[in-house]
């Protein structure tokens, strides 16, 4: 899915992660690709994915406890702890689509269900500057 995104600031230390503002979240992205010379204030068609490079760790939300932040972030890291549904291979966090195959094999027995997964970072792949 394609998503109209603001780049809000770029990192001064690390190059290839920025702040950008996605469906009303606030998120620290890992630049995949991009084409185009991006600048700070901008708006971009993006797509996003995350990223998990070791285990896959899933627990099911407790739906008592109202889910505020659907993306939280783990300290100054790039990791995040996604809220979401899991609905077969697709995993929706507030207005934010995920693909997963691994998830839907591995963790049919939840599907339907408020899951959160933790991930070791979200990438971005700049299709192009949104001129409107």
Do not use: H, W
């Amino acid at each position: 899915m394609i998503y109209s995104v603001k780049l809000k600031n770029l990192d001064k230390l690390c190059e290839n992660f920025a702040d950008f503002s996605i469906e009303n979240n606030d998120l620290y992205c890992f630049i995949a690709y991009s084409k185009i010379s991006l600048e700070e204030n901008r708006i971009y068609n993006v797509e996003i994915e995350y990223q998990i490079f070791n285990d896959y760790i899933v627990e099911e939300a407790n739906i008592d406890k109202p889910i505020i932040f659907p993306f939280e972030r783990i300290d100054d890291s790039p990791r995040y702890r996604i809220t979401g549904r899991l609905n077969g291979n697709s995993f929706k966090s507030g207005n934010i689509y995920f693909m997963d195959n691994y998830l839907q094999k591995e963790y049919s027995f939840l599907d339907g269900r408020l899951i959160t997964l933790t991930i070791d970072r979200l990438d971005i792949s700049i299709i192009s500057e949104d001129l409107l």
